[in-house]
């Protein structure tokens, strides 16, 4: 399953709303069987990096979004969280 487009709104970030989400996301994708949860966020974006870290994602991977984000260094990060059999 994949995670696209997760924010928390200014005026309610630092009450662990997005972490909570996190962990909802990974409950719904293991009760409906799925496998794994994936998601990319970009470089600049390092609050997102520590929540999916702190939640368990690990980075698999590392791509540029365009020619012109090759020539400037601009990396997304492509994070994976393994959900397991269940068992």
Do not use: W
């Not at 909802?24 to 496998?35: D, H, I, N, S, W």
């Not at 090759?70 to 059999?85: C, M, S, V």
């Amino acid at each position: 399953m994949e995670l696209k487009r997760m924010s928390v709104s200014r005026e309610h970030r630092g009450r662990g709303l997005a972490r909570a989400l996190c962990r909802e996301v990974l409950a719904f994708a293991r009760a409906r069987g799925y496998g794994a949860v994936v998601l990319s966020t970009s470089m600049v974006q390092v609050a997102a990096q520590r929540l999916y870290e702190g939640q368990g994602f690990r980075r698999v991977g590392t791509s540029y979004p365009s020619l012109l984000g090759t020539l400037l260094n601009f990396q997304i990060f492509h994070y994976r969280y393994d959900l397991g059999d269940g068992s």
